[in-house]
Every structure is written in C-alpha cells, then in structure tokens.
C-alpha cells in the first residue's frame, strides 16, 4: 500500500484467536465479511468497500489502497471478494497466524 498516509495494520488475530478459539475467530471473519459486503452482490466489491470500510475503522482507506486489497484477495479474478477470499486474506495478513496455522486447522477440524 504505497500511499504516504497508508493503513497500519495492527495484528490483533493471534489474540482474538486465543480469546475466541478457532471457531469464534471464524464467525467473526463472517461478521467483518457481511459488515463490507455489497448485499446485491453477495461479495465485497470496490464500492461496498469504500462504502462501509469506516465500519472496520477504516475510513482514511484510499482508493489504491482498497484496489490493493481486492487485488490481493481476489483468488477467482472476478474483481471482488466472496466470503472465502475475504477470510483468507485477513488470515494472510497476519503473520502469526499463518506460523500456527497447523494448529488452527486441527482445532477447526475438530470442532466441525
């Protein structure tokens, strides 16, 4: 995000995930998911985005910064985020994370 007044992202997961658990964490992806969701749509476009990215505390998100985001996120190339995309991208963005990840995928196994 090259931007002179780019977004700091500040990793709170690992301690959502050790308050919440596996599952927890999950639904509350979800949640961020439909907070930023374009409800015609059914996934996170540019728009809905820009629109609703304030919602997340997001509000000084450029415009190149949410392109950025799609981008990154965007798996299927369809230029938005479906709910997967979107999980997937937050969990990437957390470094922490992706080291315990083994770890993560057995709880959420077991928990199913």
């Given at each position: 995000m090259?931007?002179?007044?780019?977004?700091?992202?500040?990793?709170?997961?690992?301690?959502?995930?050790?308050?919440l658990g596996a599952e927890g964490f999950m639904k509350e992806l979800s949640n961020g998911f439909g907070l930023l969701v374009d409800g015609d749509k059914g996934v996170i476009t540019f728009n809905s985005l820009k629109r609703n990215s304030a919602l997340l505390g997001l509000k000084?998100?450029?415009?190149?910064?949410?392109i950025f985001m799609l981008r990154e996120g965007d798996m299927d190339g369809d230029g938005a985020l479906n709910e997967m995309e979107f999980c997937t991208l937050m969990l990437r963005l957390?470094?922490?994370l992706m080291n315990d990840s083994k770890k993560l995928l057995v709880e959420a196994i077991l928990n199913f």
């Open positions: 090259g931007s002179k007044n780019a977004l700091v992202f500040e990793d709170f997961f690992p301690t959502m995930v050790e308050k000084e998100m450029s415009d190149e910064e949410a957390s470094p922490e």
